[in-house]
T-cell receptor, first 114, second 115 residues
Framework: EAGVVQSPRYKIIEKKQPVAFWCNPI?????LYWYLQNLGQGPELLIR????????DSQLPKDRFSAERLKGVDSTLKIQPAELGDSAVYLC????????????FGPGTRLLVL | DQQVKQNSPSLSVQEGRISILNCDYT??????FLWYKKYPAEGPTFLIS?????DKNEDGRFTVFLNKSAKHLSLHIVPSQPGDSAVYFC??????????????FGKGTKLTVNP
């Protein structure tokens, strides 16, 4: 079974530029999560999708961050414009359904904003 | 306010000995706990979990113990191997009527197993 796929693995941009991350969850997993991980910290949830519906986006900074999961499978997380403080690892995870506690993570996208 | 705390940033043990990683939590609503292992430049990998209805769960060399009264859990690795060297994250969630709440992670403990 293929794991969670994320791209790109690394991204370097200048501040004020836009950036997008893509995630393909494990096949059959209805719930998809985006996490932010800063250096020396544990992952923190940004947004959680149940199929195509965002069921928890309370931690997503909506002034510059947006996400979509149009067909309930792949998802895209966008930052526009990026700020220096956005430099971090962005992790995508999936689980079979909401209430299935075990989440499986992708390798992450490491973002550096200069 | 950190709801899940891993107070030891690092731990070093000899190969073949026991590794004990500790985790404390403050939210009494948490009822499901997980341990993830993370290698550099990779995402966290699920290791083992435990429900609050149990006080122990074992999977091969890995055992998780839960002490609900103390709001404490620990991960035991016996025997430790050099390949176990990684950062270990403790995570917790609370189950509500609508399903599982988000996972809350600790800051991680870096385990080094010396040959």
């Amino acid at each position: 079974e293929a794991g969670v796929v994320q791209s790109p693995r690394y991204k370097i941009i200048e501040k004020k530029q836009p950036v997008a991350f893509w995630c393909n969850p494990i096949s059959g997993h209805n719930t998809l999560y985006w996490y932010l991980q800063n250096l020396g910290q544990g992952p923190e949830l940004l947004i959680r999708y149940e199929n195509e519906e965002a069921v928890d986006d309370s931690q997503l900074p909506k002034d510059r961050f947006s996400a979509e999961r149009l067909k309930g499978v792949d998802s895209t997380l966008k930052i526009q414009p990026a700020e220096l403080g956005d430099s971090a690892v962005y992790l995508c995870a999936s689980s079979r359904r909401d209430g299935e506690e075990t989440q499986y993570f992708g390798p992450g996208t490491r973002l550096l904003v200069l | 306010d950190q709801q899940v705390k891993q107070n030891s940033p690092s731990l070093s043990v000899q190969e073949g000995r026991i590794s004990i990683l500790n985790c404390d939590y403050t939210n009494s609503m948490f009822d499901y706990f997980l341990w993830y292992k993370k290698y550099p430049a990779e995402g966290p990998t699920f290791l083992i979990s435990i429900s609050s209805i149990k006080d122990k769960n074992e999977d091969g060399r890995f055992t998780v113990f839960l002490n609900k009264s103390a709001k404490h859990l620990s991960l035991h690795i016996v025997p430790s191997q050099p390949g176990d060297s990684a950062v270990y994250f403790c995570a917790a969630s609370a189950t509500t009527q609508g399903g599982s709440e988000k996972l809350v992670f600790g800051k991680g403990t870096k385990l080094t197993v010396n040959p």
